[in-house]
């Protein structure tokens, strides 16, 4: 896991600021991959699309719908990175104003 932990933080600093707030809960990730391009765009996805893509019997997916459920949408953003369907590391972000 240590190897995801640093993948997602040099994720972070490299890709948090496509993040913006929205109207609607919703997360921002990226599948990872060796060769992830800088200008590769988010994914935003909703509580819908997460249970639908990702296996919600994970801790870690669970952990993501907690922090959907948990966070203001017009001030923070979550951004991660999805590893597998049972790995996803996320992150709650407070937007800058």
């Known amino acids: ?16 600021h496509k993040a913006s707030p929205t109207q609607e809960p919703a997360v921002h990730l990226q599948f990872y991959s060796d060769t992830m391009a800088a200008g590769a765009p988010l994914l935003k996805l909703t509580e819908d699309d997460i249970k639908e ?17 948990t966070y203001d949408c017009r001030t923070q953003r979550i951004v991660g990175l999805i590893f597998g369907k049972d790995v996803v590391l996320s992150e709650v972000l407070r937007c800058s104003n």
């Open 53 to 69: 893509e990702l296996n919600v019997e994970s801790e870690l997916v669970r952990r993501l719908l907690r922090q959907l459920h």
């Open 1 to 16: 896991m240590e190897f995801e932990r640093r993948a997602l933080q040099q994720f972070l600093a490299m890709h948090a």
